[in-house]
């Protein structure tokens, strides 16, 4: 896997050396619990909207932002101008929130040439260049032609069946609050509280001012829930999203074990009565 992360520096350089580098803003509408202030109104220069909350998702399921089957995938990125050879450079308007799941989404389907602006439109304005206040609309279709990668997903049954027999480890990017139900969740209609024998891990403990913490700092930090780097974990949270944070953090990391995110999470578990939950005790 290529060094995910490319500085704005690196952006403006490759910008100017390169002609198949694609700029897409990946931002959310919604506010993430704990992320930081929205940038309105501004956007890199060249940047295409890329929507996965209300364009590149799964328009036939109740559930939030799902991921789009492949022919749907393809033909949104070809009408944006993505080739098989185009360098994909994420970002979105906090920071490094929204973005690492759009990062995630290409990956998974095969297109490993993508890369994550670190801090996102704020460490591009802090960098002192410039903004426009639209989006480039005007694009030659492209080529793109992805296959989804079934690794890089766990369904909910696969999610039970680990909770189970314990043969992966499930980490919860949720909050600690959430995850030990002392608070409701932000979602109506889901019960509170946790997959059975998953770990919680904050997304908010890797990020530092809206970037990924220094590798040092990370390897610290998933010291604490005791999962060697070469074993299998799947990553859950709210509906899908920061659970690709902490997933970009592991590889940081050096974590090398087989890891997926449970797309569905725990809007998806916490709905289906049918599925366990278990509540921290006080």
Known sequence: MNQPLISPEQLQQRL??????????????????????????????????????????????????????????????????????????????????????????????????????????????????ATETDYRTEVKTGNFEGNIQDNYFVSAHQIESYSTDKSANIVDARSQARFDSEVPEPREGLRSGHIPNSVCLPFAQVLNDGKLRTQQELIEIFSTIEIAPSQPMFFSCGSGVTACIILLAAKLAGYTGEM???????????????????????
């Open 16 to 129: 100017l050396e390169e002609d198949n580098i694609v700029i897409l803003d990946a931002s959310i509408e919604f506010q993430i619990p704990s992320e930081s202030e929205k940038i309105k109104g501004q956007m890199i220069p060249s940047a295409i909207r890329f929507d996965y909350d209300k364009d590149f998702c799964n328009k036939h399921t109740l559930l939030p932002h799902m991921f789009p089957s492949e022919k749907h995938f393809n033909t949104r990125a070809r009408e944006i101008g993505i080739n098989q050879a185009s360098t994909v450079v994420v970002y979105d308007n906090s920071g490094t929130f929204a973005s690492p799941r759009a990062w995630w989404m290409f990956m998974a389907m095969g297109h490993n040439n993508v890369y994550i602006l670190d801090g996102g439109l704020p460490a591009w304005i802090e960098a002192g260049y």
């Open 260 to 282: 997926g995110v449970y797309d569905g999470s725990w809007t998806e578990w916490g709905a289906n009565e049918k599925l366990p939950i278990a509540v921290t005790e006080k």
